[in-house]
């Protein structure tokens, strides 16, 4: 009887927790396994320059700042104290190739119809990522996000920045 009631304590003590970790914004949307890989890939990079606890904050925090579009899902002491270092990198990222400038696109316009975000602060947010050399805009902009679902708006958001000649090859010039 005794352990009937053990086991079955520890069950229901480990169904809260599932609950209580399912519920926390880090997890609630399908386009985090896209987040959660760019944030591994630049932890690892930015251990070249800083300690692991730093690089691992500084990862999150630039990781933040693309996928959820400059704007915060939720509250962290820890990023906010690494801020200023992720400010620094993230003119740098371009030089990191953590992902391709077109998979990126493609992930966060996945992410944008997600969290259904505004299309002028999409468009802002990715104008300047784009300055960053990170994702393609205007005729740079892959074909492939039009037919995704839910992103037509925002795929008319990123063509519609008129780019030329030479913008378009300064650009291919920098991620290459």
Known sequence: MGETLLIGGALLLGGIVSSLVKSHPFYK?????????????????????Y???????????????????????????????????????????????????????????????????PPMLFFTHMKELHGNYLVPMGKLTPGSIESMPGASTYYLELTKLPLSTKQMTHYLDMIN
């Open 29 to 49: 949307h399908q386009s985090q396994k896209f987040k959660d890989s760019y944030q591994a890939k630049l932890w690892h990079n930015l251990q070249v320059e």
């Open 51 to 117: 300690s692991e606890n730093e690089a691992y904050w500084i990862s999150r925090a630039l990781t933040d700042y693309i996928y959820d579009f400059n704007k915060r899902l939720y509250e962290d002491v820890h990023i906010e104290r690494y801020m200023s270092h992720a400010i620094k990198e993230k003119n740098n990222l371009y030089k990191q190739h953590i992902e391709s400038p077109n998979v990126l696109c493609e992930e966060l316009v996945l992410r944008a119809v997600e969290l259904k975000v």
